[in-house]
């Protein structure tokens, strides 16, 4: 997957906040996300019908701590 350029901050980043957050690139048939702290390590990439039941188990993990 080509993500160079195509990485947008999460929109949960605000002021002081847009360091230290994730990053989203998308292609027709995939998602990646990455660290913008350090976005030269680890990708994750999802296919894009995985990344919302993805996102659906963060949310209830979340909820459960």
């Known amino acids: 997957m080509d993500t ?11 002021p002081g906040d847009g360091d230290s957050c994730v990053e989203i690139a998308h292609s ?3 998602i990646a996300i990455r660290d913008s702290k350090i976005p030269t390590r680890a990708t994750l990439t999802f296919p894009t019908t995985a990344f919302a039941p993805f996102l659906e188990v963060l949310k209830e993990s ?3 701590l």
């Open 62 to 64: 979340a909820r459960g």
């Open 4 to 14: 160079s350029g195509n990485w947008r901050n999460s929109s949960y980043s605000g």
């Open 28 to 30: 027709p048939t995939r």
